[in-house]
């Protein structure tokens, strides 16, 4: 257990150093989330289009 | 191609990071624990003006040639480089804070990469405040050309050739002919590798997004469509 700490410690410079990898997690996670959120908004998107102009050709 | 470079960017970012932080001595020449920012900062930094020339060089090959690709990837290299030069400041204050006992100074460097942060956004805005994808690209693309100058100088403001004319803070890079401990060159050279993985993964993933958007027309996006249901 101490040696966790010790190491989340970081020689009392812990609060430097979690805050740099911290904001880059951060930030990293969020870019690729929010580009597969994108991804599958446009595709739904486009699907629908799809259809509604398959839909049109038939009647 | 997308998985390839993600899986390579979380096993070189562990593998970088464990190395950086259990096989490596506390200090590095005078600087304590703190000096492990190294890691991201110095592979954010490189991204941040790396992914610039590479947005400048697709955005001439667009206006060159005229070709559409071009312009879509200079587009989707624009947030991911703003996002490592975001992180490059931001990993730099908690450094200088630690080190220098300021989060921040006009210092030639960091005011450079200021402004490179400013000319992504600039990229980005004027972007999306054109509605007429073709003008937008011609437009952003030119914007990136003239930014270009700005990559040179904070270059050369962080490796300066002659510290007595440039009284920058930012110590100078050298990792070959530094003193720099050879496990923590290691370290920092593996994770600014996955740093660079790590964006051929996200720009891949954002063209692609891109791509489907602006091709919406075209037979093969809808067999595409077709074929994912």
């Given at each position: 257990m101490s040696a966790i700490s010790d190491f989340f410690h970081a020689g009392g410079y812990g609060f430097y150093i979690w805050a740099s990898y911290g904001a880059a997690i951060l930030l990293m996670a969020g870019e690729i989330a929010i580009i597969k959120q994108q991804y599958r908004t446009i595709l739904k998107r486009l699907s629908r289009m799809a259809r509604m102009n398959a839909s049109e050709e038939d009647e | 191609m997308v998985p390839f470079f993600g899986w390579l960017a979380a096993i070189l970012m562990a593998g970088g990071l464990y190395w950086g932080f259990f096989e490596t001595p506390d200090r590095l020449s005078d600087q304590k624990e703190y000096y492990r920012i190294i890691y991201i900062h110095v592979g954010a930094a490189w991204m941040s003006m790396w992914l610039y020339v590479v947005m400048a060089a697709w955005a001439l090959a667009g206006l060159v040639f005229q070709t559409r690709l071009s312009f879509m990837i200079a587009k989707a290299v624009a947030p991911t480089g703003a996002i490592a030069t975001f992180l490059a400041l931001w990993t730099g204050a908690f450094w200088g804070k630690t080190?220098?006992?300021?989060?921040?100074?006009?210092d030639p460097r960091m005011t450079s990469e200021l402004i490179l942060l400013f000319l992504y956004m600039g990229y980005m805005a004027l972007q999306s405040a054109i509605d007429d994808p073709r003008r937008a690209d011609r437009a952003a693309s030119l914007l990136a050309l003239v930014g270009l100058v700005c990559v040179p100088i904070i270059f050369w403001s962080i490796n300066c050739p002659d510290p007595n004319e440039c009284a920058a803070l930012h110590q100078t890079?050298?990792?070959?002919?530094?003193?720099?401990?050879p496990n923590i060159l290691i370290a920092m050279l593996v994770t600014a590798f996955a740093f660079w993985m790590y964006s051929f993964a996200a720009i891949l993933m954002r063209v692609r997004n891109i791509i489907l958007e602006r091709e919406r027309h075209t037979t093969w996006v809808n067999e595409l469509l077709e074929e994912k249901g």
């Open positions: - | 080190s220098w006992g300021t989060w921040w100074d006009w890079s050298n990792p070959g002919g530094g003193n720099m401990e």
